[in-house]
């Protein structure tokens, strides 16, 4: 069996840090929009609503729809100075985009407006998502070294697949990305030439045991209703985020200490 990066501890680390900006009197109100439609996303949101009021923070949990239901929330929200914004996606609608860029940069904790998004394009990683800076906690706690390693990331959204390709680009890897449109062969190939392998694309059964290097490192964003992760087994041989238990307890946390960060700084 391969060798597990939990996140617990990743996790507790960020909590602490939490804590230290509540105890100095940092506050936020959690505004968490999530279609109830929408399976993963209504747990996700039940997830961040429990660990806000865990650290004591006020929650407004809104069931949203539709672009008119988002828009309305929004302008409730943009009214509360001590308002974050966390949209648990997929929120099922095709405007999701649009109700997206109407969200106040400061506000945004998801790191998903045009702004935010832009500043980690240009290189500040403070700016990222909350998975993706879930990535980040994991190689620094664990001491990973991602430098001139050839890093293959299996998904390209916009919370997942591209801010963690900027990570590993910032951290001087050399990034292949591929996505569910991709030949399966091509993945495949690209798998077995890779040091790291993040799987972020929502579907299991990209890559099989045969595709991986016993080097390789694997971390899992990926969740399905079954409770595993992307890569649906467990590792023989290699170092890897297992699921649950490794990216998902970390995401979270990450995602409420970007609200505070947006609106108190470092």
């Known amino acids: 069996m391969g060798k597990e990066l939990l996140g617990k501890p990743v996790r507790e680390l960020i ?15 959690g505004y968490i929009l999530v279609n109830p439609n929408s399976f993963e996303a209504e747990s996700y949101a039940k997830l961040v609503a429990s660990l806000l009021r865990t650290f004591g923070q006020e929650v407004f949990l809104k069931e949203v729809r539709n672009l008119s239901e988002g828009e309305k929330v929004l302008k409730e929200a943009k009214q509360d100075a001590l308002s974050s914004v966390f ?9 999701e985009s ?8 400061e ?31 994991l190689l620094d706690f664990y001491q990973i070294d991602v430098g001139s390693k050839k890093a293959l990331v299996v998904g390209r959204s916009v919370s997942v697949g591209l801010p963690i390709a900027l990570l590993l680009l910032k951290k001087n890897a050399y990034v292949t990305t591929v996505h569910s449109k991709t030949d399966i062969r091509d993945i495949r190939e690209e798998a077995k030439r890779s040091d790291v392998i993040v799987l972020a ?17 694997l971390i899992d964003c990926g ?23 490794g990216v998902g307890p970390v995401t979270v946390s990450a995602l409420i200490e970007n609200a505070f960060f947006l609106k108190y700084g470092d």
């Open 15 to 29: 909590r602490s840090k939490i804590r230290e900006r509540i105890e100095k009197g940092q506050k936020i109100r």
């Open 87 to 95: 949209l648990a996606r997929p929120l099922l609608f095709k405007e």
């Open 98 to 105: 649009l109700l997206t860029e109407e969200i106040p940069p």
């Open 107 to 137: 506000k945004d904790a998801d790191m998903l407006t045009g702004t935010n998004f832009g500043k980690l394009a240009k290189g500040d990683l403070r700016y990222l998502s909350g998975t993706s800076r879930a990535v980040k906690e």
């Open 201 to 217: 694309s929502g579907k299991r059964g990209l890559i099989r045991k045969e595709d991986l290097s016993p080097s390789s490192l």
């Open 223 to 245: 969740y399905q209703e079954d409770g595993g992760g992307d890569l649906g087994f467990v590792p023989e041989e290699n170092v890897y985020t297992p699921v649950p238990g």
